[in-house]
């Protein structure tokens, strides 16, 4: 593994950085509070005329040719300054990222600018109440009729449907056929007729993910992607990015998170008493071991090499977060409990991350699915029956 960055790419390192430090404002976190929907619009627009939102898209599209190192420096360069992630993120690494491979020319020629632009902020329509680890085992319903689909059923955790403009989603078009094979993949605009969205409060008072329901709702057969009943091969594609450079910023970006919280013990050691050094050591040692995890499989992408490997990332990541929070508040004690906040604002900032870590190990794949991932497709064990 090469991690040694050439000229050149110590020069994009440093017209990323210039760049973010230029057109990034220090007031971001308050006008998300004002107007997430609208500020993140700008912000993808922002990232796209600067040449930064639509890396390895052709340029017919605007998109700008990058290595994967290059890639690895932009998502480390992001997690350095704390820039936000785009909310049109799921169009530009997941979506758009399908249309290239399986769209038609008319999907891509309607759908890629207005992506990558900012104009059209994606939902995943793929969770169901009984279809989350087993994803294949869907049972919202689409039935051809004339030159549209009618589809009825209900997603759940559809992230961010209600600032949302449209969903790509699966619904089975065949219920004769083999589980993985009655499947299309779905463009659906948010606004049809039939739709319904009910926010899903979280632990956290996050109101990030939603019930999206759907009783009849009308979508032209020209927006399935890849063949009606090609819908598994397509998802797959789709997942295989959200488990790769989907997370690479924030598991680069969690090297940050631990640093916050030693400096934090540092400057109040008064509050906290005399934290556990072993429990910090074993996490700066494992948040290292992430980061070459990280770069191995970069570098396994520049040579065409990516594969199951990204579970492994995956899977290492959500549970370290998940105990950097745990000893955030299990190091403060009786403290984490007295510091309350009905807002969450900063001061209860180890407390919402908490609450929030508990999804990390859920979300892109379970844990169990991503440990079943590496026994039988890098382990070479016997599928589970």
């Not at 005329?49 to 360069?77: K, M």
């Not at 979506?95 to 038609?104: D, I, M, N």
């Not at 209900?154 to 969903?167: E, F, N, V």
């Amino acid at each position: 593994m090469d991690i040694t960055f050439t000229q050149k790419e110590k020069e994009y390192q440093e017209e990323l950085a210039a760049w973010l430090k230029e057109h990034l404002p220090k007031d971001w976190k308050k006008q998300v509070k004002e107007d997430a929907k609208a500020f993140h619009i700008w912000w993808q627009r922002e990232l796209y005329e600067g040449g930064w939102g639509a890396l390895n898209y052709p340029e017919e599209y605007g998109g700008r040719t990058v290595s994967a190192v290059e890639q690895l420096i932009f998502h480390t360069e992001f997690a350095k300054t704390g820039a936000p992630r785009p909310l049109g993120e799921s169009g530009v690494n997941i979506v758009g990222r399908v249309l290239l491979h399986y769209g038609t020319q008319e999907q891509r020629d309607y759908f890629l600018p207005r992506i990558l632009n900012g104009d059209h902020i994606w939902a995943q329509g793929f969770s169901e109440p009984n279809a989350g680890s087993d994803l294949a085992a869907i049972s919202t319903k689409g039935v051809i009729d004339g030159d549209e689909l009618v589809i009825t059923g209900q997603k759940i955790w559809t992230s961010h449907a209600h600032l949302a403009d449209w969903m790509f989603a699966l619904v089975r078009t065949d219920f004769n056929a083999p589980k993985h094979e009655g499947i299309s993949y779905i463009l659906i605009d948010l606004k049809s007729p039939g739709i319904e969205l009910r926010p899903i409060v979280q632990i956290s008072k996050d109101r990030g993910f939603n019930e999206t329901f759907m009783e009849e709702v009308r979508v032209p057969l020209k927006n399935v992607v890849g063949g009606l009943n090609n819908g598994w091969q397509v998802a797959t594609t789709s997942l295989g990015h959200e488990r790769g450079t989907f997370f690479l910023a924030r598991q680069l970006g969690i090297e940050k998170t631990l640093t916050r919280l030693i400096d934090s013990f540092k400057e109040q050691p008064a509050l906290y008493g005399e934290p556990q050094i072993e429990r910090f050591v074993d996490l700066a040692i494992d948040v290292h071991a992430l980061k070459a995890l990280s770069y191995r499989i970069v570098s396994q992408s520049q040579k065409g090499q990516s594969g199951p490997e990204t579970s492994v990332t995956k899977l290492f990541w959500s549970e370290l977060q998940q105990n950097i929070f745990n000893t955030a508040i299990e190091e403060q004690g009786a403290f984490a409990a007295y510091q309350e906040d009905p807002d969450y604002s900063i001061k209860g900032h180890w407390q919402l991350g908490y609450l929030r870590s508990r999804a990390t190990t859920i979300g892109g794949g379970t844990s169990e699915i991503q440990r079943n991932v590496i026994a039988e497709r890098i382990l070479g064990m016997p599928r589970d029956k």
